[in-house]
């Protein structure tokens, strides 16, 4: 793929991106949502005493997380619901340019956003919270917590290019973000890996939040488990990829 | 020049394009015709390199079309004018496709101009489109990087008479400047008007590939319209002589004998005649007449 190809279909995918409300209000909302949650929960003072200030400014994260997915999902289910998917694909006939470029339009607009977010959120809660609180390890795991959005929002995108519904992708994402550590404690001592396996599972580990034990949320690291994460979405982005190259539209 | 080798699509069991060949070429206005299910929405999505060829190949100035590297400045493509997302607007639709195609921003403007699409409509988000507002916008993203291909399904449908002038003069006057422009319909009295060559199509196989009047030529029953102030005398007289007379259009309509002969015949027998058009048929009756044998072959096959 020539990098002027891949410029204006990147250009494309922007435009598109910022001319329907569904996306942007979705993206805007995940921005937003981290910072008056970490208020809320400081005024509130609706903390475990074992939490970490980092751990509560970042509790709506995992709200925002789900609509990263959700943001992800969007920029291609509209595609399919709409019928643009063929207009697209005529005005770029390589399918792995197209795909490509809405990677990089995902990845660069929930990772600029999580980390804007997640860094205020924290300051936000930093000033807030009781001095006598355990603060939390902040860097770099709010570099971690801002790559994980990009995962999450490119693991809807694969998703959704698989299944090509908006209902059905959104589900099926809203499922892999929670049921693995609903269901790990089934899995014996398989555990620490299928509970660990959710991008949920990652976030609370990396914001090192009271709720992140073992039990909830599986042994894993917090890095290993974003790791395990992202290697999945990537796989699920190979899947993707292969099905749109073979499929007719 | 648009060229189809031994095009085949298979869905399942389901043969829907069987072996077609045929040659688009520029410089003048060709017409897709095809029954429903006759395969041509297929074609064009394969010659589009939307869908995938069971068999065979389309070739756009002798390139598949995923291997041109500037695919909107070289074909111009209409498949389904509906298909614009709803929450966008008309303007944001055509900005997003020239930032696709390496096209400046300027030619926005310029295409819906073109189409007759206001700046006030094009502002508006696409959900509240007529159908007839679709198809121009539809048409203005096929024009947008002035391509020398056109290829359009079912132009016309939904559009005002206005609409239709002017898709009919746009497409007739790209032609005239040596562009290639392949377009479906179902309204052969505006097929008529505007294609100067046609390719016919009958359950995936190709039934006529020819210019438009060697087509109507070869496949009509010249009728002859007559009026004559003594009817009932003239209808004997041309029976007599072997016509198949019948009623129509406020006199007889003769098939069997051609325009000249039915004058001499009035002549002599003295009878006065106030009208004689020789009456070629009309696409639509030429069309109708090679669509049936492929209707029953198709019936027969389902039974």
Known sequence: MSARVFGWALAHEWLKFRSVRSTVWTWAVMAVLPVPGAAFVAATGSLQPEDTVLGGALTLAVPALALAAVTGVLVISGEYGSGTIATTLTAVPRRGTVLAAKVALVAGVLFLAALASATCAYLVGDAMLAEDRPQGEPWPALLGVAALFPVAGLLGLAVGTLLRHAAGALTTVVALLLLPSMLGPLFGPAERWVAGASPTAALEKLTQSADADAQAVGSLGAWPSLALVAGYTLLALGGAATALRRRDV | ?303
Do not use: C
């Open chain 2, 1 to 303: 020049m648009i060229e189809v080798h031994r095009l085949t699509k298979r869905f399942g069991t389901a043969t829907v394009v069987d072996g077609l060949s045929f040659t688009v070429r520029p410089g003048r206005v060709t017409g897709f015709l095809g029954p429903n299910g006759a395969g041509k929405s297929t074609t064009l999505r394969m010659i589009l390199g939307l869908d995938r060829p069971t068999s065979g190949r389309a070739l756009i100035g002798g390139r598949p079309y995923r291997e041109l590297t500037a695919p909107l400045r070289t074909v111009g493509a209409l498949l389904d004018a509906r298909a614009v997302h709803g929450g966008r607007s008309a303007y944001h639709h055509l900005a997003g496709l020239a930032a696709a195609g390496g096209i400046p921003r300027r030619r926005v403007a310029e295409v819906l101009r073109l189409t007759g699409l206001g700046p006030q409509t094009a502002a508006r988000r696409a959900k509240g489109f007529s159908l007839g507002m679709s198809q121009r916008l539809g048409l203005a993203a096929a024009l947008l990087g002035d391509p020398e291909v056109l290829i359009l399904d079912e132009p016309v449908n939904g559009l005002d008479t206005d609409g239709i002038r002017l898709v009919r003069e746009l497409l007739r006057e790209r032609a005239a400047r040596g562009g290639t422009v392949f377009l479906s319909s179902h309204l052969m009295s505006e097929m008529e008007l505007t294609a100067d060559h046609l390719v016919v199509l009958g359950n995936g196989r190709l039934l006529a590939d020819a210019p438009l009047a060697e087509v109507i030529a070869r496949n009509s029953r010249t009728v002859t319209l007559v009026r004559a102030p003594e009817a009932e005398r003239l209808r004997e007289v041309l029976a007599a002589a072997g016509g198949r007379v019948s009623a129509g259009d406020g006199g007889w309509l003769v098939e069997g004998l051609d325009a000249p002969t039915v004058g001499e015949l009035a002549a002599a027998h003295g009878l006065t005649v106030h009208e004689l058009t020789p009456r070629p048929s009309s696409l639509e009756e030429v069309y109708t007449a090679m669509a049936q044998p492929v209707a029953g072959q198709r019936a027969g096959a389902a039974s």
